[in-house]
Nanobody, 116 residues
Framework: VQLVESGGGLVQPGGSLKLSCAAS????????MSWYRQAPGKERELVAA????????NYADSVKGRFTITRDNAKKTVYLQMNNLKPEDTAVYYC??????????WGQGTQVTVSS
């Protein structure tokens, strides 16, 4: 199993970024997928999750209305569109197969920094 994130970077407050996570080594369409983040000095937290068909999603309250998780099962990729970014969104963002107690593999993470 391999999960490779990309798309992080430095953005000004109010800006947007789109993260991608390319998956390989398993039947992607059969698994929930999720994005987590970890800010310095804080615990890793679930940001968003998406179920296998891509219709049902869950979001942390802090990102509802600003972030959108989607997936392309043909490309074996999950995305996180982040709009209206705030300084408090600064963190390393991780892709994960599954989420919660059913989650297992993690990607290496991609840094997102929101600063003027």
């Amino acid at each position: 199993v391999q999960l490779v994130e990309s798309g992080g970077g430095l953005v000004q407050p109010g800006g947007s970024l789109k993260l991608s996570c390319a998956a390989s080594g398993f039947t992607f369409s059969g698994y929930d997928m999720s994005w987590y983040r970890q800010a310095p000095g804080k615990e890793r937290e679930l940001v968003a999750a998406i179920f296998p068909a891509g219709i049902s999603t869950n979001y942390a309250d802090s990102v509802k209305g600003r972030f959108t998780i989607t997936r392309d099962n043909a490309k074996k990729t999950v995305y996180l569109q982040m709009n209206n970014l705030k300084p408090e969104d600064t963190a390393v963002y991780y892709c994960r197969r599954g989420f919660g107690f059913r989650g297992d593999y993690w990607g290496q993470g991609t840094q997102v920094t929101v600063s003027s």
